[in-house]
């Protein structure tokens, strides 16, 4: 029962009506969309960084 008034209240949200800074289902879907490609760039830059460290190391020899 609880998750249907939780779709209520999101459909409130979607047509304008919600609460004071509530999402919208399209805002929630793109702030997970930023957060996933958030997360893929910290990965990303993780691994470049320990590349140029291994790099560094080899180069030092």
């Keep these: 029962m609880l998750r249907l008034a939780g779709l209520g209240e999101q459909a409130k949200a ?5 609460r004071p800074g509530e ?3 399209a805002e929630r879907d793109e702030l997970k969309r930023l957060r996933r490609q958030n997360a893929e760039k910290a ?3 993780e ?3 320990k590349a140029a460290v291994s790099f ?3 180069s030092d020899r």
């Design 14 to 18: 979607d047509r304008g009506h919600g």
């Design 23 to 25: 999402l919208t289902s």
């Design 43 to 45: 990965r990303t830059i």
């Design 47 to 49: 691994a470049l960084r």
């Design 56 to 58: 560094a190391k080899e």
